[in-house]
């Protein structure tokens, strides 16, 4: 069935308070659109854990630096409902810019040290449009589960920063990585690679893959496993934005794997204008 399409905040609301008369769960799917199997799994596994599945489908101004993709950010909205509807998300709210910061709009939430680094020292400005409008959803939705993919590795954790520090009662699902069969990470950024591109994109994934193959064969030194990533990268002609190895929860870069605290490859790249990441666990 086509889902329900809400377009405004009052309507939202109105919706959301509906549901919570009939006693339904809800399971919240925020995303910025152009949708591929990454976004459905997190539908899908929605249905799962709650009774009702909503999306959202929002390029979100506030998140793009100046000179980011905002303006040609891809958008399909009519593909998108028919995928949420094969998906079985009842409703999507697609929200205009305005509706969502309508003038005189003043506040926004700040996560402290979990988003300083790797993309947060990157795109200055980021995560606070993430935060604060992650925390507008959650408080419209008042969802009791909302799912977010491992493939924005640090977003999740800023997520869970902010749902935990201001107690809103949310539980936040992170989600494996979906992968193209050869590897690549889907994103929607994806749609901008050119063929040669596209193949060239494949270091990303190949070299955590040899990071973690040489910490099978015993390698432990981060600087060493780094360097793996780092030589691919450099192999396939993509420019390096970081390559870290951190710790899985506090992001904090770690000088070694070592038993029993979880390690992070985290990677982002240039393939031509297209800044694509990626991550995956070290370790055993
Ligand atoms: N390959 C994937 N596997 C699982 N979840 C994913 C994947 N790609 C994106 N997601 C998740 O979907 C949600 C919405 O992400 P978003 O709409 O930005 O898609 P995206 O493909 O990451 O786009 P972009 O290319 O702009 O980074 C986020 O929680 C994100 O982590
Ligand atoms: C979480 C999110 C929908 C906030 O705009 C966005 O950052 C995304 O799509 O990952
Ligand atoms: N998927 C993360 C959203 C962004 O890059 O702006």
Request: aromatic residues 6%.
């Amino acid at each position: 069935m086509a889902p329900l399409v809400l377009r405004t905040v009052a309507e939202t609301a109105a919706w959301v308070e509906s549901l919570r008369r009939s006693g339904r769960s809800l399971a919240l799917v925020p995303t910025m659109g152009y949708l591929h199997e990454g976004h459905l799994s997190l539908m899908r596994e929605g249905r799962r854990r709650a009774d009702v599945v909503a999306a959202s489908i929002f390029v979100n101004p506030t998140q793009f630096g100046p000179n980011e993709d905002l303006s040609r950010y891809p958008r399909d909205l009519e593909g998108d409902l028919a995928k949420c509807a094969s998906a079985g998300a009842e409703a999507v709210f697609t929200p205009e810019p305005a509706e969502m910061y309508p003038p005189g709009f003043q506040t926004s939430v700040t996560v402290g040290e979990v988003s300083q680094g790797l993309c947060g020292a990157r795109r200055p400005g980021h995560f606070q449009g993430v935060a604060t409008v992650v925390t507008k959803l959650l408080c419209l939705f008042k969802p009791r589960v909302a799912l977010f993919g491992e493939k924005d590795y640090q977003q999740l954790q800023v997520i869970r920063a902010l749902e935990r520090d201001l107690s809103l009662g949310v539980e936040i699902v992170g989600m494996p990585t979906v992968r193209e069969p050869d590897g690549l990470a889907m994103s929607s950024r994806n749609a901008y690679l050119s063929p040669e591109e596209r193949h060239r994109a494949l270091a990303l994934s190949r070299g955590m893959a040899g990071a973690q193959a040489l910490y099978q064969g015993g390698t432990r030194e981060a600087a060493a496993l780094v360097d793996v990533v780092r030589r691919e990268l450099a192999a396939a002609g993509l420019r390096e934005d970081y390559v870290e190895l951190v710790d899985a929860t506090t992001l904090k870069p770690l000088s070694a794997v070592t038993p029993g605290l979880p390690a992070r490859m985290i990677v982002a790249a240039f393939a031509g204008k297209t800044r694509l990441i990626d991550n995956q666990p070290i370790g055993g």
